[in-house]
């Protein structure tokens, strides 16, 4: 997985070290509940590094192996091919997207990194189609 990280912050162009932890729905949702106030499980959160002189570390990722699982599953590919989803799409969050707010520009720079990197659907565009068919 450290061989694809690093290969998904090169392809997006971020600079810095990034540390990803792959953990449990419980602490997904403690860090969720901490640093966003959402009480609940979540499949992916992004921590960007602080600013400082000569940081060279980008942030943090923390992904619920539980959650792509099951995402995983239902869509019929491997655990580790979302776990990468889901890498690359907190990987666009360290890099200041923000898909609630951008207008579908995150959307779009994560569905042409997926097709660089030879990924399934993204998670953006999942979830997209998902609220149109009224699953969400």
């Known amino acids: 997985m450290q061989r694809f990280l690093s290969l998904a912050c090169r392809t997006a162009g971020l600079q810095g070290t990034v540390n990803v932890l792959v953990s449990s729905n419980r602490e997904l949702r403690a860090l969720n509940r901490r640093f966003r106030g959402k009480n609940q499980a979540t499949d992916v959160l992004s ?40 890498i690359l799409h907190g990987v666009l969050h360290l890099q200041g997207f923000d898909h609630e707010r951008d207008r579908g520009e995150m959307a779009r720079r994560e569905q042409k990194l997926r097709r660089a990197l030879r990924l399934p659907s993204g998670l953006i565009e999942r979830t997209q189609s998902e609220c149109r068919r009224g699953r969400a």
């Open 47 to 86: 921590f960007p590094a602080l600013p400082g002189p000569k940081n060279s570390h980008a942030g943090d990722i923390a992904i619920s192996v539980e959650i792509a699982g099951h995402h995983a599953r239902r869509l019929g590919h491997k655990t580790a091919q979302e776990v990468k989803i889901l």
